[in-house]
């Protein structure tokens, strides 16, 4: 069963930085296409951004709203992927998710239980 | 960036049968979007029901199903129970970016 937890979500100042990170297991994560997706207290879920795998080029897309902020990685030797997150704003105060495409089986996106991130003065 | 369009709210009694819609912005949604279908319920993560248009998962009641719809992704859900009372979120695709509709939030009454 594929399992993914995030982690690294807290409280932090406007205009801070925070990495959060995204530990997958249980499918075979050199052939994943990664994401990440937030949702904003009491809002609709926003897509981020995501990061297809090395046989994809491992090319990285982001929604506008965070491009030039946001930067998503992947370390395949340890079934982790990131998201730096800088200049960030109060407005990005969400729980923040990963998503996992599986490219082998071509079937998606398996959910983690999300990293509440709190922007505030 | 594109505009993905869903009903706000809709209501089916138990046992019926409602249709959610997904439009985009840029005109007639293809099976070339990748359509999703995600179901949240209050405090819980979501989950996807259906991927591609019309793929489900093992977990995805057999109620659910998804297709292309009057230039729209419909998701069609037939014999409603009322633990489907939930929010539900369409998504597509436009060459590697991805962006969600708003959501429909559907009440079993």
């Known amino acids: 069963e594929v399992q993914l937890v995030e982690s690294g979500g807290g409280l932090v100042m406007p205009g801070g930085s925070l990495r959060l990170s995204c530990a997958a297991s249980e499918f075979t994560f050199i052939s994943a296409s990664m994401n990440w997706v937030r949702q904003a207290p009491g809002k609709g879920l926003e897509w981020i951004g995501r990061i297809y795998s090395k046989t994809v080029r491992g090319t990285t897309v982001y929604a506008a709203p965070v491009k030039g902020r946001f930067t998503i990685s992947r370390d395949d030797s340890k079934n982790m992927v990131y998201l730096q997150m800088n200049s960030l704003k109060i407005e990005d105060t969400a729980v923040y998710y990963c998503?996992?495409?599986?490219?082998?089986?071509?079937?998606?996106?398996?959910w983690g239980l999300g990293t509440l991130v709190t922007v505030s003065p | 960036q594109a505009v993905v369009t869903q009903e706000p709210s809709l209501t089916v009694s138990p046992g019926g049968t409602v249709t959610l819609t997904c439009g985009s912005s840029?005109?007639?949604?293809?099976?070339?979007?990748?359509p999703y279908w995600f179901q949240q319920k209050p405090g819980q993560t979501p989950w996807t029901l259906i991927y591609d248009t019309t793929n489900k998962h093992s977990w995805t009641p057999a109620r659910f199903s998804g297709s292309l719809l009057g230039g729209k992704a419909a998701l069609t859900l037939s014999g409603a129970q009322p633990e489907d009372e939930a929010d539900y979120y369409c998504l597509l695709s436009y060459a590697g970016t991805r962006v969600f509709g708003g959501g429909t939030k559907l009440t079993v009454l």
């Open positions: 840029t005109g007639t949604v293809t099976s070339d979007h990748y």
């Open positions: 998503t996992a495409y599986l490219e082998t089986t071509r079937s998606g996106d398996y």
